[in-house]
């Protein structure tokens, strides 16, 4: 166990951000200075290789309605799921018939044109207005009910390509940054991003996937899962203690204790972290940038022969999404309507060094056992043919910083919960880039190489 400190994302405001919409913003410009310098300082190599992205109107209420899909996908009869995710244009690229998988992941190919027609289009149409804003956040998620099921691959679409836009944007910001013009035509060359709707399994959901198949093969009825519930719609003697409701009724995540920018709260130790207890490995995204959706937390509860979803706090205060940086471990928290950018290792490399990719993972919460993680994810790459290295970047220069500041390990009597140790436990499960990138590589022999050694048989990650 090794203690995890909170840390508050900073924040980019997409109004702030649109201004790169249009080429003739002059440098001198404050929004486009604000945007560059948040870029630069955030995911250059002195930053935490994340940043958020704030204000995004309408965009909150896809998330809304489509993250509690992933729950319903997760706990499905595979053959009614495989039928359903075909008729949507989905697949899967984790063995949705392993009854004690950890995640379960939907994913789509979305193909972009490279214009960003869906974000000039918000902007055009004054998208940043309060009132905007005040009605996506006060929409119930699960208003359309059983339409939202049926519109599935519409609403990852939809989704997924505003996000796509988002991370094509960044990367211009990026690009501007770092005085080098790669990133934005790497990625819109392309053309095509993975969108991956994940679900992140709580105890609960195992035992209900194995009591499933255990009846399924009795001809026994299974355990219902109900769409996505309000707190309204339950008993009052039944609400999870860590729902909250609007005045309309409608259930909300509160963002009052997450959304705090106080600079007195950062540094403060957010949680304990085990090397055992992880939704997903230790790993870099080898691809330029990740864009996520803040993640949604599910408490499920048995309700006569039903499963209700009920919306409630992160656990522990934090998205339990951690970052190693240096020597230390991070606990991010961000506000739920935020979109997160991260950084892959192919930025890295394409920059050569001056962006930072991020080694993070996902843990479990420690007490909340029926607690599940639902979020959606949307990965920008290069082509495959895309040559990545390039002279003058070290390959090891990551690397050889976290092991410098790892190799001075104690005498070993502090025990296993010694910081050093943890960190050294840490980089045992991450491939060195040097083992997997070569001189004159194509990104499609990067990430063949890079799949191998985290997951391949003899990969070192390859039980997770």
């Not at 899967?92 to 009854?99: A, F, G, I, Q, T």
């Not at 309204?232 to 997450?258: A, F, H, Q, Y």
């Not at 992880?278 to 870099?284: F, N």
Request: hydrophobic letters at 35%.
């Amino acid at each position: 166990m090794a203690a995890a400190t909170a840390l508050d994302i900073a924040e980019l405001p997409f109004s702030d951000l649109v201004v790169l919409l249009s080429p003739e913003t002059p440098a001198d410009d404050g929004r486009f200075r604000r945007v560059v310098e948040a870029v630069a300082t955030e995911l250059g190599r002195g930053g935490s290789g994340l940043l958020a992205v704030a204000g995004v109107p309408r965009v909150g209420a896809l998330r809304r309605r489509l993250l509690p899909l992933a729950r319903r996908l997760a706990l499905m009869d595979h053959p009614i799921r495989s039928q359903l995710l075909k008729k949507h244009g989905l697949g899967s690229d984790v063995p949705l018939k392993k009854l004690n998988r950890s995640v379960s992941s939907f994913a789509q190919l979305l193909r972009h044109s490279g214009e960003l027609t869906l974000l000039e289009s918000v902007n055009n149409n004054n998208g940043f207005n309060s009132s905007d804003k005040i009605q996506d956040c006060n929409q119930s998620v699960d208003a359309n009910g059983d339409d939202d099921m049926e519109n599935l691959g519409g609403l990852v679409k939809e989704l997924g390509l505003y996000m796509m836009e988002l991370g094509i944007l960044v990367a211009r910001a990026c690009d501007i940054a770092i005085g080098r013009g790669q990133l934005e035509q790497s990625i819109t060359d392309f053309g095509t991003a993975k969108a991956r709707l994940i679900h992140y399994h709580s105890e609960l959901d195992n035992n209900v996937i194995r009591d499933n198949s255990t009846k399924r093969k009795g001809s026994v009825s299974k355990v219902a899962v109900k769409p996505y519930q309000s707190c309204s719609e339950r008993r009052s003697e039944s609400l999870c203690p860590c729902c909250i409701k609007s005045e309309d009724g409608t259930t909300v995540m509160s963002i009052k204790e997450n959304d705090s920018k106080d600079a007195s709260i950062q540094g403060q130790a957010a949680a304990e972290i085990s090397l055992l207890n992880l939704w997903q490995e230790w790993h870099y995204d080898y691809g330029i940038l990740t864009v996520l959706t803040a993640p949604l937390f599910l408490s499920a509860s048995e309700d006569e022969n039903s499963l209700v979803n009920l919306e409630c706090h992160p656990p522990d205060g934090h998205t339990h999404l951690h970052l190693c940086n240096g020597r230390k471990i991070f606990s991010v928290r961000c506000s739920p309507e935020n979109f997160i950018v991260q950084v892959g290792e192919a930025a890295d490399i394409l920059s050569q060094g001056k962006l930072k990719s991020t080694l993070h993972a996902v843990s479990r919460p420690l007490t909340s056992t029926d607690i599940s993680r639902e979020t959606f994810v949307v990965f920008l790459q290069p082509s495959w043919d895309k040559t990545l290295a390039y002279p003058g970047y070290s390959l090891d220069e990551g690397e050889s910083i976290l092991s410098k500041e790892t190799s001075d390990v104690s005498d070993g009597s502090a025990g296993p919960c010694d910081e050093d140790t943890f960190m050294q436990e840490i980089l045992k499960r991450i491939p060195p880039m040097s083992s997997r990138l070569k001189e004159g590589m194509t990104f499609a022999e990067f990430s063949r190489q890079t799949t191998k050694q985290y997951y391949g048989g003899s990969g070192i990650q390859q039980n997770n």
